[in-house]
């Protein structure tokens, strides 16, 4: 599907969902699908292959899931906070390669090509991408938590640890930036980019979002059953916001903001409140 953003009375038209982008001038489909495979081999799709296997590790570990803990920050040199820090930000600059990567493909596509902007990820409309964005957050916020408790409870998930970084001065700061840079490359590469050229390649409207929701929650499958399903339906929620809106923007702020308060929250009220389960 390409997002143009035309949006008439608030709903994207029905034609846009049915009159996908022609392939870029030049590319042919069988070149868009080897780019596509090549940008998920690079990306989330190889960490959904790992988080299988991680999961498959969980399952014939001894213990219940949710005695087994699932670190999602943690320290690369314990006890050397310098060379932390460098491994910390260099895992955040390469985490969002994939990122240019898609920027430079999406700037192929032809005379008017336009990038990012294509999939609305840029700085034209800050304030409502992020008053877009909060609401999103909120709503998807408590719900999330309580699926999560309540799937760690049943024994599907394990014990979710979004952070266990030392308590050292560039500690929080370090944390917002991982937030920043999952939901830039998520949104990115497993909305913008890959629902386009889906649309590309000829899928339906309703393949294309099951591939990218099922995408999403198959590179969070370490987490456990709960972390899967639980993505998989915000995938399925992300994926029709954007083809109402045309932009990731909002997505992209909903999800840093997911993860700051997440990251941040954790750091600040793990092992004070008796509701927030710990390892």
Partial sequence: MSPRGEVETGVVSEQRLRDPSPPPDGLPRGVLRSETLIV???????????????FIGSLTRPGSLKEQAATLNGSYAPGRPWLDLSWQLFGIATALVPVVLVAHLLMREGPGARGLRAIGFDRTRPWSDLGRGALVAAGIGSAGLAFYLAARASGFNLTVVPESLPEVWWKYPVLILSAVQNSVLEEVVVVGYLLRRLGQLGWSPMAALVA?????????????????????VMGVVFVLLYRRWGRVGPLVAAHALLDIVAFVGYGLLAGKVGWLPTV
């Avoid at 990306?43 to 991680?54: H, K, P």
């Avoid at 499958?221 to 899967?228: A, E, K």
Wanted: aromatic content about 8%; overall charge positive.
């Fill in 40 to 54: 998920l081999a690079l990306s989330l799709g190889a960490s959904g292959v790992s988080a299988l296997i991680s």
């Fill in 212 to 232: 990218s929701s099922v995408l999403r929650g198959s590179y969070h499958l370490y987490q456990g059953i709960g972390g899967f399903i639980g993505n998989m």
